[in-house]
């Protein structure tokens, strides 16, 4: 994918990073307006092993900023982090591995450029809101795992 956004619209982050920010949960739902309101799904299991959900992990981490706001053409969206439910805690099991761990890299990957752009230029998001389902429409989740050089994806719920 040779897509780039501009600088300007990425407020300091990284693309990559910027890119996870409004994309479908899994396991995981937001009940409230705050990024602290995460509850995992009532049926859902641990992303990477299926064990039993113990905690949310914010992709990316609420260190990165507990918002991201899009400014494009079409209009200004506020979004939060996606959220991962996952067994263990910040610093134990499968949810360490996203953290001090460090083992696994979720990567958000658009089917194509037009798809892409259709995201950075407002487009999409005038169709569907932030966490939609729909998106994997248009791109899916991609996890890196960093220990076996391997990856597996996920694109719809
Ligand atoms: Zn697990
Ligand atoms: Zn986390």
Known sequence: MSFTSSTQQLCGLSLDVAELYGKP?????YEGKSVKSHKKDDDST???CSKTVQSVHHVPPLSKGHEFTLKTPNGVFEL???????CGSGTTGCHN????GARFVPEWVWYTDA????WWNGEIL???????TMLYAFGF???HDRKTGKYFEVNRV
């Open 80 to 86: 939060r982090p996606s959220l991962f439910a996952l």
């Open 126 to 132: 005038q169709r569907f809101k932030p966490h939609s």
């Open 115 to 118: 798809d892409a752009e259709a």
């Open 46 to 48: 641990c992303l990477i």
């Open 141 to 143: 989740w991609r996890i």
């Open 25 to 29: 949960h899994i396991g995981a739902h």
């Open 97 to 100: 591995d996203f953290h001090g």
